[in-house]
């Protein structure tokens, strides 16, 4: 299996841009998870999926993000419009069962300017 | 406070030696407890999970206090190559809801 898949990896944008980061999770795992990574914050969750259901976005900074994932092999995660304060790397994890490893996507990282 | 929180160092270690880090958790009903590690600019990977009982891999041992709600990581005879972040993760709540630690990281000297 190639493993989480995230694109783009890289992103650089201007302020009040939309942005659309995407993950395909590994075939067969039933949990997916949106992360953000910061050196202040450290990782921050801020979605995540069972079986395709969004079952907690209170990790969601604010109405800019949004999240869907339509099917159970692609997800995608929306910011619009795009503040430089969203800079940073986010990562996309799925799961195969509930307390089973998380594996993660190489990350986005996205550079608001 | 934090649902998980770790010390972020960094260790400074020479080789050979041994060093633990430990991480506490705010919620009693948590059920699952990883370590996580994570080189520079990459992605998280699983290092091991914690058992009640605790476990031992090679070099690494894990362990969990429920009572004082925290789990500790004890790493042997350091290697360079153990020169990582390494992440505490709770499975909070009892349900798939991984919440990550901000890390500690190591430094491991010639």
């Known amino acids: 299996d190639a493993g989480v898949i995230q694109s783009p990896r890289h992103e650089v944008t201007e302020m009040g841009q939309e942005v659309t980061l995407r993950c395909k999770p590994i075939?067969?795992?039933?949990?997916l998870f949106w992360y953000r990574q910061t050196m202040m914050r450290g990782l921050e969750l801020l979605i995540y999926?069972?079986?395709?259901?969004?079952?907690?976005d209170s990790g969601m900074p604010e109405d800019r993000f949004s999240a869907k994932m339509p099917n159970a092999s692609f997800s995608t995660l929306k910011i619009q419009p795009s503040e430089p304060r969203d800079s940073a790397v986010y990562f996309c994890?799925?799961?195969?069962?509930?307390?089973?490893?998380?594996?993660f996507g190489q990350g986005t990282r996205l550079t608001v300017v | 406070r934090k649902e998980v929180e770790q010390d972020p160092g960094p260790f400074n270690v020479p080789e050979g030696a041994t060093v633990a880090f430990n991480c506490t958790y705010s919620?009693?009903?948590?059920?699952?407890f990883f370590w996580y590690r994570q080189d520079c600019r990459k992605e998280p990977k699983l290092l091991m999970s914690?058992?009640?009982s605790g476990n031992e891999d090679g070099r690494f041992t894990a362990q969990l206090n429920r009572a004082s709600q925290y789990i500790s990581l004890l790493i042997r005879d350091s290697k360079l190559s153990d020169s990582a972040t390494y992440l505490c993760?709770?499975?909070?709540?009892?349900?798939?809801?991984?919440?990550f630690g901000t890390g500690t990281r190591l430094l491991v000297s010639p």
């Open positions: 994890a799925s799961e195969r069962a509930s307390n089973t490893e998380a594996f």
């Open positions: 075939s067969g795992h039933n949990s």
């Open positions: 999926f069972n079986n395709n259901v969004p079952i907690d």
């Open positions: 919620n009693s009903a948590s059920q699952s």
């Open positions: 914690v058992y009640s």
């Open positions: 993760v709770v499975n909070v709540e009892g349900f798939q809801k991984l919440v």
